[in-house]
């Protein structure tokens, strides 16, 4: 089948079955395109709550599908490749989690929502990029927190806030691949653009920025800026959205360390947001393939720091 085809099947299907297709900003064009919904994490997780569809598929990495089902445990949520993971969200096993938690008994523990449901499960308040910061701030001062697994994220958290968590030495192979260097060849190229950095990319990279925010934080910022030229600090994917909304204002992708011979896009890709292909979203809504399943017991206690998260982002 070609693309239209595709398209045309993928529309049927959705109809038919009483599907809503979520995308994340990092996704193919083509996905963002055909979904009912694109948003960062925390928008794919309100979103999921409210939907009145049956089947949710989230078209983006396997712990989204799993936020999604946590959350809507009575709905059949897919995932187009189950195979479809997170470098960060693998940094942190849950064991070693109890472990780090075991050895700091009086802690509260936060966790990035890119952590399985097992990590979930241990957590006492999930935040994601969008409200992390809100969330550390309305926590007592006095009360020491480990934060995990991005150790970009809590820093920069740490560095606004002056607190000091304990942070789970993890990180997005993607997001730390930025080059500070070429960024700022760019800046001097490019005096007025404004620099749009993703909080986990390193400190260094962070601290050049003109705003730090999750990827729906900086395509609204790009929106409202009377700026016309951005440096984009985050995975390429998301340029499409701004592109889109923003179609006379020039954006820029931050290329990343390695060689240009060796990345002639010189842009920095999410291989597993990538694996969400068209062919790959119509077998799944046609077989009802790539099914989450949360253990019970698991699912019962992540929702709790979910809900949390939930809350104290109103
Ligand atoms: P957002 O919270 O901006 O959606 O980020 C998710 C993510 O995986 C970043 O790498
Ligand atoms: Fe995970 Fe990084 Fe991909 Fe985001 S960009 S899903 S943190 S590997």
């Known amino acids: 089948m070609n693309n239209e085809q595709l398209i045309q099947e993928i529309n049927r299907l959705r109809k038919e079955k009483n599907a809503v297709i979520m995308a994340h900003y990092y996704t193919l064009p083509e996905i963002q395109d055909i979904a009912d919904f694109v948003g960062d994490s925390l928008a794919l997780a309100q979103k999921a709550k409210t939907t009145v569809a049956d089947i949710i598929v989230l078209c983006g990495v396997h712990f989204m599908g799993e936020t999604a089902k946590i959350i809507c445990p009575d709905k059949k949520v897919l995932v187009p490749d189950l195979s479809a993971g997170c470098s960060l969200a693998d940094s942190c096993r849950a064991e070693d989690l109890q472990a780090w938690k075991t050895r700091h008994p009086d802690h509260l523990v936060v966790s990035y929502v890119n952590t399985s449901a097992a990590v979930k499960a241990l957590t006492d308040v999930v935040v994601t990029s969008s409200n992390a910061l809100k969330i550390i701030n309305m926590l007592p001062e006095d009360k020491p927190v480990l ?62 920025a003109d705003v730090v925010g999750s990827t729906k934080a900086l395509l609204d910022y790009a929106v409202r800026s009377s700026a016309t030229c951005f440096l984009v600090a985050t995975e390429s994917g998301i340029l499409h959205e ?32 990538r694996l969400n292909t068209l062919q790959k979203l119509y077998v799944c809504l046609r077989d009802e393939s790539g099914e989450i399943h949360v253990d019970a017991d698991i699912a019962k206690k992540a929702l709790l720091p979910i809900e949390r998260m939930l809350d104290m982002s109103k």
């Open 242 to 273: 701004m592109q889109k909304a923003c179609p006379d204002k020039k954006f820029i992708p931050v290329p990343p360390e390695i060689s240009e011979s060796s990345h002639p896009c010189a842009c920095n890709e999410c291989n597993f947001m």
């Open 147 to 208: 934060f995990g697994p991005d150790r970009n994220l809590g820093g920069y958290i740490n560095s606004v806030t002056g607190r000091n968590m304990d942070l789970w030495n993890g990180a997005c192979h993607v997001h730390e691949q930025f080059s500070i260097e070429r960024l700022v060849e760019l800046m001097k190229q490019y005096p007025d653009a404004k620099v749009l950095a993703h909080p986990e990319c390193k400190g260094a990279l962070v601290k050049l």
